[in-house]
């Protein structure tokens, strides 16, 4: 018995004592515990993989850098050893991207970080709004944010608006907040209105609109006019041409 479990026994005594290692990612923003980054728009973030410390790159296989999945484009001498990538500047898609590294001979050996890129709603400036009586008002308001802004609030003139007295309507889908009213009558709607917009980290961010509110035009139906003129316009050229051809006749 000894003699046949001896040889088997060894071996795996030895595959189990052989040394394991894998692979890391550093950061610049540092990475947290839970393998996120948390970094803002505009900003640069530097992340590098390399084996843990001792080990190096086996000689037939590279370092893989992959974004949410598809391969990112390495130069040479960036695969062995330690590889690094750059991701400058930040914009809105690269939020929630996973970056994931690992050895092309073993997917095993993995190592992966999320960014988390934060940003206040992008509200600011005076627009200039004119619109005619009885007519309808509709102002937008984008909150678009994370994370999500915690309150968002319209003002009329420096008052909370008043969605009864002004026959007012206000829908938010998350990303846009749009304030509305049917039939506007200028006591009733004309101001300055007022969008704010709280971020439970960047605070208060805002938009202002000038509502001016004019009389109602009369708008002439533009076809039924065209329609007159071309039938004048013939009735005076078959005249004309009616008279043209007496005179003619009376030459004769």
């Known amino acids: 018995m000894k003699a046949i479990f001896g040889p088997v026994l060894f071996h795996l005594l030895l595959f189990c004592a052989a040394p394991t290692f894998g692979v890391r990612i550093q950061s610049v923003p540092a990475v947290t515990s839970d393998g996120v980054i948390q970094t803002e728009l505009e900003r640069t973030v530097s992340l590098v993989c390399q084996l843990d410390a001792g080990h190096e790159t086996p000689v037939d296989d590279e370092l893989v850098w992959l974004r949410n999945g598809q391969a990112v484009s390495l130069t040479e001498g960036n695969k062995k050893g330690r590889s690094s990538v750059c991701v400058t500047p930040i914009i809105y898609k690269d939020n929630g991207a996973t970056f994931t590294c690992h050895l092309s001979k073993n997917v095993t050996v993995t190592a992966s970080v999320t960014l988390n890129v934060t940003y206040h709603p992008q509200l600011s400036g005076l627009e200039e709004v004119e619109v005619e009586e009885e007519a309808e008002l509709v102002l937008r308001c984008d909150s678009w944010a994370n994370p999500p802004v915690s309150s968002l609030s319209w003002t009329l003139n420096g008052s909370v608006v008043d969605l009864t007295v002004g026959r007012f309507s206000l829908t938010n889908d998350g990303c846009t907040s749009q304030l509305s009213a049917n039939l506007v ?25 000038r509502v001016t509110v004019t009389e109602k035009t009369l708008k002439l139906p533009l076809y039924p006019i065209i329609a007159g003129v071309v039938v004048v316009c013939l009735t005076g050229l078959l005249a004309v041409v009616s008279r043209w051809t007496k005179i003619s006749k009376c030459c004769r």
């Open 185 to 209: 009558e200028k006591g009733l709607h004309e101001g300055t209105y007022q969008c704010i917009a709280t971020s439970p980290i960047y605070g208060e961010s805002s938009r202002q609109f």
